[in-house]
């Protein structure tokens, strides 16, 4: 089996962010946000303009909460799995405000099982940081993540399209991209690219 660079996204692929924001978003501002809608930045959905929308996000990031929002114990494991035959690194769009809270998640459920934090920010490339450290493989639940790492030369067979979620559901079918619909499925596709190196 090789050892392989594997990168993994945090939000909807470690921690189920989205839903969290979502259902507390509808709660906090009277909305009717559905997941669906989640990905988009219009005034009219969210009840608010850009720049009120932002705000609100950052104070809710803030919250005891959110960072109390963690793994499951079954992605624990296969995450501890992973760590002990392959290096992992935490490849995310979040900025770098969030490194400390996003530190303290990592230190109380997932102690030493990654080599490196990269923080990209929401317009980063994280292409450019999988070409940094090599990776073999991109765990992300954002094609748009995936094709950008495809780009800068991520290996054939290596995006893994992460999770069941309205805002990817229409890339099931890009060729360039392996579907994994759960960490069981991110674990037998890691498996297989391993024996076959």
Known sequence: MKRLVIAID????LVRTTPWFVEKYNELYGTSVTLEQSHTDSDEIWGATH????????????????????PTEDEVAVLKYLAQNHELHLVTARQESERLSTQAMLDRDL?????????????GSKGDICKRIKADILVDDNARHL??????GLPEGGALLFGDYPWNADDSNNVNLTHCYSWSDVKAAID??????
Do not use: H, P
């Not at 705000?55 to 963690?70: H, N, P, S, V």
């Not at 297989?192 to 190196?197: L, M, P």
């Open 10 to 13: 945090c939000d909807d692929v």
């Open 51 to 70: 720049a009120e929308m932002l705000t609100r996000f950052a104070q809710m990031i803030e919250t005891d909460e959110y960072k109390e929002l963690g």
């Open 111 to 123: 102690s030493n099982i990654f080599t490196s934090m990269e923080f990209v920010g929401w317009r």
């Open 147 to 152: 094709l950008n790492a495809i780009e800068q």
């Open 192 to 197: 297989k690219r391993a024996d076959q190196e």
